[in-house]
């Protein structure tokens, strides 16, 4: 290997790592706020990626027709409950929120000339399709669960995980979806080449992790969803509630998830099941952060792409093996250095 | 019962009215049948020893534990599915005997936070209130960016007053403030709660310190194993030889 190759590699590593950490730091907000092990996050990468790809070749994307159902569910639940308890008062923004949004955004979709938007557009109402189903998801599947051990949740998460891959082979077929680079630029620093695809994608990363930083310290909304994580009853005596701290996590974290496939999906063809593998290796980089430390994932994350893209070079067939077999010595160093805990509930 | 015993109190609103309150974990019942009421600007406490039921009391009045019974808070009467965060929205703030504080923030974070519910439902006075909860609480300006963890015991205890004073509550329970601080600490949190009262807030106060507690209080309840066993005017209670027994004692228990 020269040092062109070992370059190449690295801008590869650093390109998929900053996406890896992306996807880390949505876990640990997740797991942390609601104790829920989001193995469905990498169905946001992969619904991210592909209602993107639909959305350019013009075709409403079935995701859309995922975020009504759920939508018309969760909002009949909600007024039921609001029947129940007598309070009236709350049925329009309940429908509101839950039928009318979807429908508006569904119209709205049908009837303009989709692939040939341009693509800040295009991202925009993805986004606008994708992220509202993970609080949707929390609403339906997890707030009701909400006290449940860690292992029920984590069971549950699993299900979420293979019913969301099903939909996602329904939605968009067994075809795999690669998007048009953002850019075609390229600059060369002495010997290397850099591809300007992945300066956009590492400085969107950045961007985005800035972002959340300041959500997290700078507005009380962020302040808000760190005490559920650090204290939950304390939380709650604040009128923080727990089904608004989740709902928010989960919105997060769908933003972020197809967010980070809107960004890998010109880079590698995405497939309705690619998301779970994107989506473990920002697990194991929240390992290596024991699901708990922001920063400690996000360093994880960016060693795991680096890992991934130099076994790829030697040993490329075993480079899924040697990623996943990196979280052995791991977990053998955190057990033997982290003071074991009981859960508390 | 005395009720209606004190003229000057009976004009004044009810703030908090308890009739029949049982709460059981599992087939243990831990209160049963328990009654309390609370005036405006009253500081009300109840009494007794180590697991009298006290900070039960007070999880079921706040909503965090599920109980039978009647309670009417400001004039509604509670739902058996009253949430924790509707009694917050309404003005009703628990001090809990953990503190419950979040600990890797700044004491300015954890304060900020206390006015939560206010903010979200338009309320922005979070910076004036914060500047009167520093004036109550000189100490807490100090130390306005150490983080809540690093704390000492008296100083969380203000904190996580501070912290619920931030709500602007009509009725503030207080768990065991007096708990595990030194007797200088104690003093000075005492006198904090009872000057509290000039402010026109209500005050639950759930203490073991019976002595410190009936100096502050106007009312007090005696509760041994899950049943108010005395109640009356807090002069009353000091005087009376069942109390002076058990929880005053000669030299106090503290």
């Not at chain 1, 759920?70 to 909002?75: F, I």
């Not at chain 1, 999906?265 to 929240?286: C, E, N, R």
């Not at chain 2, 009872?194 to 073991?208: A, R």
């Not at chain 2, 009312?219 to 108010?228: A, I, S």
């Amino acid at each position: 290997m020269d040092l062109q190759i070992a370059l190449l590699l690295g801008q590869d590593g650093i390109t998929n790592g900053a996406i890896y950490a992306l996807l880390s730091l949505a876990l640990v907000l997740v797991f942390t706020v609601t104790r829920v092990i989001f193995i469905p996050q990498g169905e946001f990468v992969a619904f991210g990626a592909l209602t993107l790809a639909s959305l350019q070749t013009g075709v409403l994307p079935g995701t859309l027709w995922l975020l009504i159902g759920l939508g018309a569910v969760a909002g009949l639940i909600d007024t039921v409950f609001a029947l129940r308890d007598r309070q009236l008062q709350r049925i329009p923004r309940i429908l509101g929120i839950n039928l009318a949004l979807p429908l508006a955004l569904a119209g709205l979709l049908a009837n303009i000339p989709l692939s040939s938007l341009g693509l800040p557009i295009q991202v925009l109402l993805t986004l606008a399709v994708v992220v509202p189903l993970g609080p949707l998801i929390y609403r339906l599947v997890f707030q009701p669960i909400a006290e449940a051990s860690v292992l029920v949740l984590l069971i549950v998460a699993v299900s979420v995980h293979v019913t969301l891959t099903g939909l996602g082979l329904f939605f968009f077929g067994a075809e795999g979806s690669r998007t048009p680079s953002f850019t075609d630029a390229s600059f060369e620093i002495g010997d290397a080449m850099i591809q300007g695809q992945t300066l956009l994608v590492v400085a969107a990363s950045l961007t985005l992790i800035v972002a959340l930083y300041l959500f997290f310290e700078r507005t009380l909304w962020g302040k808000a969803l760190r005490a559920t994580a650090m204290n939950r009853t304390g939380a709650r005596l604040m009128g923080i509630s727990a089904t608004m701290a989740g709902k928010l996590s989960f919105s997060v974290a769908a933003l972020i998830g197809a967010f980070s496939g809107i960004l890998i999906s010109p880079i590698t063809t995405i497939y309705y099941d690619s998301g779970f593998l994107i989506g473990l290796k920002g697990f194991v980089g929240a390992i290596v952060g024991g699901l708990g430390s922001y920063p400690l994932a996000a360093a994880g994350a960016v060693m795991v792409g680096l890992l991934e893209s130099y076994s790829s070079f030697w040993a490329s067939a075993f480079k899924e093996v040697i990623v996943f077999t990196l979280i052995i010595p791991v977990l053998v160093w955190r057990s033997l250095t982290t003071r074991h805990t009981e859960e508390e509930e | 019962m005395s009720e209606y015993s004190n003229d000057t109190t009976a004009e004044k609103p009810l703030i908090l009215d308890v009739r029949d309150l049982s709460v059981s974990y599992g087939k243990v019942e831990a209160l049963h049948g328990l009654a309390l009421k609370i005036r405006a600007g009253e500081i009300v406490t109840v009494i007794g020893p180590n697991g009298a039921g006290k900070t039960t009391l007070l999880s079921a009045l706040m909503g965090l534990l599920p109980a039978r019974g009647e309670i009417v808070y400001l004039g509604q009467r509670q739902g058996s599915d009253r949430q924790v965060e509707q009694l917050v929205r309404q003005g009703m703030t628990l001090v809990p005997e953990k503190r419950e504080l979040f600990g890797e923030m700044s004491v300015e974070d954890n304060l900020l936070l206390g006015a939560f519910d206010r903010y979200r439902s338009g309320k922005r006075d979070h910076a004036d209130t914060m500047a009167e909860v520093f004036d109550i609480f000189p100490r807490l300006r100090e130390r306005r960016r150490q983080l809540a963890g690093t704390l000492s015991g008296g100083e969380r205890q203000m904190l996580a007053m501070g912290r619920a004073l931030m709500a602007r509550p009509k009725l503030l329970m207080l768990d065991e403030p007096s708990l595990g601080l030194a007797p200088l600490i104690i003093r000075e949190i005492f006198r904090i709660v009872g000057e509290l009262k000039k402010t026109g807030v209500s005050i639950l106060l759930v203490e073991q310190n019976a002595r410190a507690a009936l100096q502050i209080a106007d009312y007090g309840y005696v509760l041994e194993t899950g049943e108010v066993s005395l109640e009356g005017p807090s002069e009353a209670l000091s005087s009376d030889p069942r109390v002076i027994e058990s929880y005053l004692g000669l030299g106090g228990r503290h």
